[in-house]
Nanobody, 116 residues
Framework: QVQLVESGGGLVQAGGSLRLSCVAS????????MGWYRQAPGKQREPVAI???????DYADSVKGRFTISRDNAKNTVDLLMNSLKPEDTAVYYC??????????WGRGTQVTVSS
């Protein structure tokens, strides 16, 4: 059974930085896409950044130029470096991994709070 564990969330002032990490355990196979989503209070969950198995990246317009996603296939980890954080980035951030079988996995989420 694949389990995802996120870490790195917290409280930061506007303009600050945080680095989120997600590690997938319980699997020996390589994953297809890996990504980060977020959900703010009263809003739907939305994609933030996704990285393919080949390393191609895709970002939400609202975070382009500020966030950087990376992955380590050997360790089954995916990180999200968040710079120049804004209060509107406040949300619960979820790690998502898609297996080549088509099955997806979600972490439990980590809270990011940006104060103004």
């Amino acid at each position: 059974q694949v389990q995802l564990v996120e870490s790195g969330g917290g409280l930061v002032q506007a303009g600050g930085s945080l680095r989120l990490s997600c590690v997938a355990s319980g699997s020996t196979f390589r994953f297809n896409s890996m990504g980060w989503y977020r959900q703010a209070p009263g809003k739907q969950r939305e994609p933030v950044a996704i990285i393919s198995s080949g390393g191609n990246t895709d970002y939400a317009d609202s975070v382009k130029g500020r966030f950087t996603i990376s992955r380590d296939n050997a360790k089954n980890t995916v990180d999200l470096l968040m710079n120049s954080l804004k209060p509107e980035d406040t949300a619960v951030y979820y790690c998502n991994i898609q297996a080549f079988s088509g099955r997806g996995y979600w972490g439990r989420g980590t809270q990011v709070t940006v104060s103004s």
